[in-house]
């Protein structure tokens, strides 16, 4: 059975920094693509990053482009989110999801097998 669990989330200050981890078991996912994407309350969910199985290919949603960094550690089935310089329009739950494959895509219907999510609060 797969199962993504994100954690790392919380409270913090405007221009302060949380890492996200996520963590995957059962299914090996080392060759998947894997992407970070949140949800506002009222809001759909919204692309934030994902990754390429090496690691090698990144991309980033316009709005936290050289702010948030993706990484991944395949040895340890994981997937990080260093969030830095958060704005209270990052608040959110943050979800982490396989994707299926090159190229990286953002639409979340493009992914499969979704984490329960983590709150991410950023406060004015």
């Known amino acids: 059975q797969v199962q993504l669990v994100e954690s790392g989330g919380g409270l913090v200050q405007d221009g302060g920094s949380l890492r996200l981890s996520c963590t995957r078991s059962?299914?090996?996912?080392?060759?998947?693509?894997m992407g970070w994407f949140r949800q506002a309350p009222g809001k759909e969910r919204d692309f934030v990053a994902a990754i390429s199985w090496t690691g090698s290919i990144k991309i980033y949603a316009d709005s936290v482009k050289g702010r948030f960094t993706i990484s991944r550690d395949n040895a340890k089935n994981m997937v990080y989110l260093q969030m830095n310089r958060l704005k209270p329009e990052d608040t959110g739950v943050y979800y982490c999801?396989?994707?299926?494959?090159?190229?990286?895509?953002?639409?979340?219907?493009?992914?499969?097998?979704w984490g329960q999510g983590t709150q991410v609060t950023v406060s004015s």
């Open positions: 059962g299914r090996t996912f080392s060759t998947y693509p």
């Open positions: 999801a396989v994707g299926r494959g090159l190229p990286l895509r953002t639409e979340p219907a493009l992914y499969d097998y």
